[in-house]
């Protein structure tokens, strides 16, 4: 059974930073390209970043490029994205999201505020 | 990027009565490969999203045959035969033709009446 699980989301005050994690199982991991995606509380969702299976190519959105990376690391199957200079507009629950948008995680909540 | 409109963005309905979510692209989302790479998404309450329908009309496994995709282009339909209460909750259409910048709908929140 594929399973993705985010962990590391929490407070933090503007300007700082956090980082995401995201633990896959139940698939070969290092086949697959993966997302983070985002949600503000009550809005829609948001693409926030890509990595493909190697970590070759990687995308962001405009809205957080320059202060977010992704990263992986395939022998531990994990997924990560390190947030930083966090604005407020940055609160959101983010998941991750495999390579063809079947299979999701449960997200995790990041809230910026001081 | 590609623009993804959809209305309703509120739809309420009847219990077994049929629902419909149009899903309108700003560009054409057919892919060089000749494939449509939409996608239709159902969140429940408290939920994280999950896929219904991929590449317009394609069901995912385990999505009950109520659900329906449809449409070609720039234009877009997710069809509920019969709206059973499970259903409630807010449905997003997707692209990923148009990539590295795969972009939502606002959603539509789909209750009971």
């Known amino acids: 059974e594929v399973q993705l699980v985010e962990s590391g989301g929490g407070l933090v005050q503007p300007g700082g930073s956090l980082r995401l994690s995201c633990a896959a199982s139940g698939f070969t991991f290092s086949s697959y390209s993966m997302n983070w995606v985002r949600q503000a509380p009550g809005k829609g969702l948001e693409w926030v970043s890509y990595?493909?299976?190697?970590?070759?190519?990687?995308y962001y959105a405009d809205s957080v490029k320059g202060r977010f990376t992704i990263s992986r690391d395939n022998a531990k199957n994990s997924l990560y994205l390190q947030m930083n200079s966090l604005r407020d507009e940055d609160t959101a629950v983010y998941y991750c999201?495999?390579?063809?948008?079947?299979?999701w995680g449960q997200g995790t909540l990041v809230t910026v505020s001081s | 990027d590609v623009v993804m409109t959809q209305s309703p963005l509120s739809l309420p309905v009847t219990l077994g009565q049929p629902a419909s979510i149009s899903c309108r692209s700003s560009q054409s989302l057919v892919y060089s490969d000749g494939n449509t790479y939409l996608n239709w998404f159902q969140q429940r309450p408290g939920q994280s999203p999950r896929r219904l329908i991929y590449k317009v009309s394609n069901r995912d496994s385990g999505v009950p045959d109520r659900f329906s995709g449809s449409g070609s282009g720039t234009d877009f339909t997710l069809k509920i035969s019969r709206v059973e209460a499970e259903d409630v909750g807010v449905y997003y259409c997707m692209q990923g033709t148009h990539w590295p910048s795969w972009t939502f709908g606002q959603g539509t929140k789909v209750e009971i009446k």
């Open positions: 990595i493909s299976s190697s970590s070759s190519t990687i």
């Open positions: 999201a495999r390579e063809g948008w079947e299979y």
